[in-house]
Structure formats: structure tokens, C-alpha cells
């Protein structure tokens, strides 16, 4: 049957490739997509939280700072519980890091606090003694830009199907037909357009600012500007 | 006789007086030692069937011909017999299935490495160590335990020295400042610090049982300064008529009533880290990661601090 297989060397060559290439597909791939599901209690950023990431891949605070416990009792003792692949579902890119100048930041939400953010990026060195980060001053000044988290949000939703509901159907039944993909109740809502997404971010921005003591910067939201510190910390906070 | 015998004796004749040469001949020779004898013996075996197998594959090299029936199937020309399956390559392939489907079902499974495995040995080693070395630590090397804690995971915040970094992060060499006791009062508390709903409830709910009236602004700022300093000074009154019902007369607080005010204490210490704490300050997150000793050591620590 397969006489004329074995007189082509190179159709001969090419039939074992693809017959071990697809044993090994079909070992690999259903491994990799159980295990890349969200874990219960992932959910996708909302757009301030997005925005502060772009802000943290901007800064190239991935350059010095990992997100990624590995399981060593070492490293679960100081950052908490190692990290699984689930977690990084809605992370595009990830942010894993190889190198680490600074401290892991997977779970930092669980054991730094606003304030605590507020002081140490004005000034690392004064809140940590020999910590050897710069201060990131122009987060202070610089605003945060709301409209491209915007964008990447609509990307995502309608290219990976991230389960983000829009304003329009919170509380209606269509809300209930976004659930999250880990089987969970909870929606994270993105705006109808621009506007709605900047007046979102402005009320979780204020949320942010109630627990802050700079003036300055509880002056620019209540003007209605979301200062790009709002935004890195609303990140922060949501690494858990 | 054929040469290729003729060579296969001398081979072998050859190769046995280089071994008599070698051990028996050499200075000690066999020793007396069976192990050695049975070795040489060995030896002496394996020369001679080497020398006699190779002869029978080259004689059957040059006097065999071809018989047999040929298999259908002939690539370029070179044909195959039909033979029957050796023996001992059958034994060794069934084998080998019978063991596959051991190391598919058990071998693999059950005794495969697994990182998450070694990370919970590990920890189970870790946690066992503790436990024989630490769980019974008291007083001065509670103490130490404690301050090697905190300058892990309490410094990053309240500073080396626990003053908490001008006023980033509480104070930990004083009980309480007059802020936070303000801040407290006029807002109430419900920190779950007593691991329970508890609430303290706000200004509007905290009567002077002297006046009879709610407290007073006055009464709020004199009666933190008394608590601020250590239970001393003026406001002593107002916490007595106030504040004693719950936190006691000498503010060290009751059991699942109210926390201790006047000082640390360890149990105070370990429901804030378990549940964390908001205050005048800002935000405490909880750091309940810490296992129940190290917390314990921690209370111990900064109860050390302010005596």
C-alpha cells in the first residue's frame, strides 16, 4: 500500500515529520490550554489598571522588576503563593522578567498599599534604606493616557474575546451572557466609547486618590485628570 | 583440517599463556584466592568461545549458500528471506511492550519529578524543621525571632528603627499618637482587629458619662493626649467616663471587647497582621503569610520597642 512511500526519500521524510509532529501536537496542546485557562478570581484590567500598565511597560519597570513566584519556599515565603500559568491569561504581553534588580511584583497588591506607592516612587530611597530604584518623579506630572488602555481594551475584546461588558449592558440580561471565563460572577465593565471609558477610569481613579495625601494630585482628578501615579498604583494594586 | 582452525588454536593458545603470563605468572600470582581463580577461569572461558564463534561465523561465511523462500517485497534489487522470528529478539520486544505499559500506567506517573513535588517536600521538610527548633522559643530569642521578621517584612514600611519613617507608616516605638487616637474617635473603628464585626462606634455614638452628653472637641483632643502619652496627664477624667467602660480603666483593653491601648501586646499585634488595619495614616495590608510563631515573635518585638 504504501510501496510508493518508501521510493520518495523525501515524501518518505516528510510523512514521518508530519505523523510525529501531530503525536506531539496532540500531547502538547490540550496540556497547554488547560493549563493557560484563567484561574478562578482572574479577571481582565480594567481600563485605569491598563493604563498603568502601559505606564509600568513604558518606564521599562519590567526591566528590573519580575512577575513570576517561582515555587522555592524562599520565594513563597516573601512574596506569596508561586504563580501559575492561568494567572498570566489576561496578561498581553506578559511580564514575567529574567531579571531581578527589584523585588518581585506578582502579588505586590497583597502587601504594599497605596500610600505606601505614593511615598516610594516620589522617593524609593527614603521609604527603603539602600534601595537603589530611581525616583520616578514625572509620574507625578504626566497624565495618564486613557484612550490608547482604550483601545488595547477593545482589542483584546473583540480579537481574544477578552469577557470585558460594556457599559450599555450592565444590569441587563446580555450582562449575564459575558460571565467570566473562570466561572465567576463578577464583569469588568469597559465604556461605550472614549468618553464613557475616560469618565470610568475617573471614578476609579477617584477610589485611588481618596487614600492618597498629595494635593496636587487629589487637586488633578477632582479637575477631572487622572495624573499617570493613579494609574501605575490602580496597577499595582490589582497584582494579586 | 581446515587453516582457519589451525589459526584459531593458535589465537587462542597465544592469548592464554599472555593471561598465564599476566596473573599467574606475575609475583603473587593467584594468591591463593578463589575470587581470582574463578576469574582467570573466567578468562581462560571467554577466549576460548570467542575464538570458536567467530570461526563458525566465517566458516559459515564460506561454505554456505542461500536457500529459503524469498519475501515478495525487493528494493533495489536486494532481496530478503522469509525467516522466522528469533527467539531472543521475540522475548526481548514482548518484554519491552510489558514494560512500557508499566511505565505508562505506573512507572511514570508514580514516580515521575515533579517541581510543585519537590517545592512541597521541601516546604514540609521547612515547616517540620521549625516546628522541632522554633516552636517552643521564648523571651530573649522570641525577641530576636522578631526583629529578624520585621526587618524582612515590617522595615520596608515602619523603618529600621519601627518610627515609621516620619509618619509614613505608624510609629511602632510609641503604643498610639494623639493623631490616630483622634482620628479613631471621630471616625470610629472596625478593623476587625478582635478577629470579629466589633465596631467602635464613631463620635456620635461616644458618650461622657460625667456630662452626659456627647464627647466634645475639647474632650476628643484632651483624651488623646492622655492616651498619646502613655496613659498620663490631663484628659484621665474623660477617658474614665468615656472610654474605660471598653478599654478598661487602664486602657488594656478585654478580651473580645476592645484592644489594649496603653501598650503592645502580642495578641493585638497578630490581629493586625492577620487582618490588617486602616488608620489615620493610611492603609496596613494584612500580612497574614507569616506562620503563627513568627507573628507571635513579631508582638513580642515591638512590645519590646516602647517598654
Sequence with gaps: MFHWLEKNPFAFALGVFI??????????????????????GTKPYSTLELAGRQIYIKNSCNACHSQMIRPFKSETDRYGHYSLSGEYAYDRPFLWGSKRTGPDLMRVGNYRT?????????????????????????????????????????????????????????????A????????STSIVLIGDNIADARSLALEEAKLIVADMK????????????????VAIIAYMNSLK | MNKIYLWGIIITAAMLGFTYVSVIGS??????????????????????????????????????????ELADESWDDIGEYKNPIPMGWAIIFLATLVWAMWYFTMGYPVNSYSQIGEYNEDTAAHNAKFEKEYASITGDRLIE??????????????????????????????????????????????????GSENPMPDRNGLF???????????????????????????????????????????GMGMEYVAPNIASFDTALVTNVLN???????????????LNAKQKEAVGAYITSLSK
Excluded at chain 1, 510525529?20 to 493549563?35: K, R
Excluded at chain 1, 506607592?117 to 530611581?134: Q, R, T
Excluded at chain 2, 493610611?282 to 497574614?288: L, N, Q, S, T
Design chain 1, 19 to 40: 505523523t510525529i509532529a501531530f503525536a506531539g501536537l496532540v500531547e502538547i496542546i490540550p496540556n497547554f490550554v488547560q493549563s493557560a485557562r484563567p484561574l478562578v
Design chain 1, 114 to 174: 497605596t500610600d505606601w506607592h505614593e511615598n516610594h516612587m516620589k522617593d524609593p530611597a527614603g521609604v527603603v534604606p539602600g534601595s537603589i530604584m530611581p525616583p520616578y518623579g514625572w509620574l507625578y506630572d504626566n497624565m495618564t493616557d486613557i484612550d490608547t488602555a482604550y483601545a488595547e481594551q477593545l482589542t483584546v475584546e473583540s480579537v481574544f474575546a477578552v469577557p470585558y461588558t460594556f457599559n450599555k449592558d450592565k444590569g441587563t440580561d446580555k
Design chain 1, 176 to 183: 449575564q451572557l459575558i460571565p467570566m471565563r473562570d466561572g
Design chain 1, 214 to 229: 498629595d494635593e496636587n494630585i487629589k487637586e488633578a482628578v477632582a479637575n477631572g485628570q487622572i495624573p499617570e501615579i
Design chain 2, 27 to 68: 609475583k603473587g600470582g593467584f594468591n591463593g584466592d578463589i575470587v581470582n581463580m574463578l576469574a582467570v577461569a573466567g578468562a581462560i572461558a571467554l577466549v576460548i568461545i570467542t575464538v570458536f564463534v567467530v570461526i563458525k561465523y566465517v566458516r559459515q561465511m564460506q561454505v554456505d549458500t542461500a536457500d529459503g
Design chain 2, 145 to 194: 525571632m522578631g526583629e529578624s521578621v520585621f526587618l524582612a517584612e515590617c522595615k520596608v514600611c515602619h523603618g529600621i528603627a519601627a518610627d515609621g519613617i516620619d509618619g509614613k507608616a505608624a510609629n511602632l516605638n510609641q503604643r498610639i499618637a494623639a493623631k490616630s487616637v483622634k482620628h479613631v474617635i471621630e471616625n470610629g473603628s472596625n478593623n476587625m482587629l478582635m
Design chain 2, 208 to 250: 461622657n458619662m460625667n456630662t452626659g452628653a456627647l464627647i466634645t472637641d475639647a474632650e476628643i483632643d484632651a483624651v488623646s493626649a492622655y492616651v498619646a502619652n502613655g496613659m498620663n496627664g490631663a484628659g484621665g477624667d474623660v477617658f474614665a467616663s468615656t472610654c474605660a467602660s471598653c478599654h478598661g480603666e487602664t
Design chain 2, 275 to 289: 487582618h490588617g488595619m486602616k488608620g489615620a495614616i493610611g492603609v496596613m495590608p494584612a500580612i497574614d503569610r
